[in-house]
T-cell receptor, first 114, second 115 residues
Framework: GENVEQHPSTLSVQEGDSAVIKCTYS??????FPWYKQELGKRPQLIID?????GEKKDQRIAVTLNKTAKHFSLHITETQPEDSAVYFC?????????????FGSGTRLQVQP | GAGVSQTPSNKVTEKGKYVELRCDPI?????LYWYRQSLGQGPEFLIY????????DSGLPNDRFFAVRPEGSVSTLKIQRTERGDSAVYLC?????????????FGPGTRLLVL
C-alpha cells in the first residue's frame, strides 16, 4: 500500500520568513495530494491540494509543488504569520479504483516566532 | 451548512468495556471515512463507506472494531472489549461521492481514553 514520509517533524521560523515542508510517497498510481492544517485540539482542515496532472498550485501565501517522477511534493508558505503556527499533514490518495482513503504523513509542527 | 459532527467529543471508559462513537456527515455526502489519530501522528485509515456499504474496511485493526451506516448517513464506530492501546482521537470525514480528488471534510473527533 501507499506510504507517505514527511519532513521535517518540527520547523521554527521567524515571522515573515518562508516555510517549506516536504513529503514523498511510494505508490506511483497516487493522483491526489492534499495538505491539511490542524491546530491543537481541532479538526484537520484542508488548506490546499494538487492533482497529478498539475505541477504547481498557488493560493495567496500558500503553494504546493509536485514532482511525479521523483514522487515527492512540497508545501511552501511565504510571509509566515503567527497564526500559521499549527501541525501540517500531507496526504496521498490513489485513483478511485484503488483504496479510497487518504494516507497521511506523520505531520510537521510549524512554529512561527513573532 | 453544518459540517461533520461527532459525538461524544470525549469518552473515558475502562478496559474491556464496549463503546460506540457516532458521526454525522455533511448532508448529501455519500462517502464517509473513519480514521484514528494517535498523539503526534497523522490520521490512519480505518474504514470507508460508500452509501450504506463498507467499501473498504482494510484499515480496521482487528475484529473488535466494527462500523455501520444503515441509512447511508449517520455512522457508528463500535469497539468491543476496549484495550488501553485503543486510546486515540477517532476522526470521521465525509466527501461528496468518494472519487479521488474530492475534498474530505473532517469532524472534530472523539477523544477516547481507555483506563
Amino acid at each position: 500500500g501507499e506510504n507517505v514520509e514527511q519532513h521535517p517533524s518540527t520547523l521554527s521560523v521567524q515571522e515573515g520568513d518562508s516555510a517549506v515542508i516536504k513529503c514523498t510517497y511510494s505508490d506511483s498510481a497516487s493522483n491526489y495530494f492534499p495538505w491539511y492544517k490542524q491546530e491543537l485540539g481541532k479538526r484537520p482542515q484542508l488548506i490546499i491540494d494538487i492533482r497529478s496532472n498539475v505541477g504547481e498550485k498557488k493560493d495567496q501565501r500558500i503553494a504546493v509543488t509536485l514532482n511525479k517522477t521523483a514522487k515527492h511534493f512540497s508545501l511552501h508558505i511565504t510571509e509566515t504569520q503567527p497564526e500559521d503556527s499549527a501541525v501540517y499533514f500531507c496526504a496521498a490518495r490513489p485513483p478511485s479504483t484503488g483504496r479510497r482513503a487518504l494516507t497521511f504523513g506523520s505531520g510537521t509542527r510549524l512554529q512561527v516566532q513573532p | 451548512g453544518a459540517g461533520v459532527s461527532q459525538t461524544p467529543s470525549n469518552k473515558v471508559t475502562e478496559k474491556g468495556k464496549y463503546v460506540e462513537l457516532r458521526c454525522d456527515p455533511i448532508s448529501g455526502h455519500t462517502a464517509l471515512y473513519w480514521y484514528r489519530q494517535s498523539l503526534g501522528q497523522g490520521p490512519e485509515f480505518l474504514i470507508y463507506f460508500q452509501g450504506t456499504g463498507a467499501a473498504d474496511d482494510s484499515g480496521l485493526p482487528n475484529d473488535r472494531f466494527f462500523a455501520v451506516r444503515p441509512e447511508g448517513s449517520v455512522s457508528t464506530l463500535k469497539i468491543q472489549r476496549t484495550e488501553r492501546g485503543d486510546s486515540a482521537v477517532y476522526l470521521c470525514a465525509s466527501s461528496s461521492s468518494g472519487i479521488s480528488g474530492e475534498t474530505q471534510y473532517f469532524g472534530p473527533g472523539t477523544r477516547l481514553l481507555v483506563l
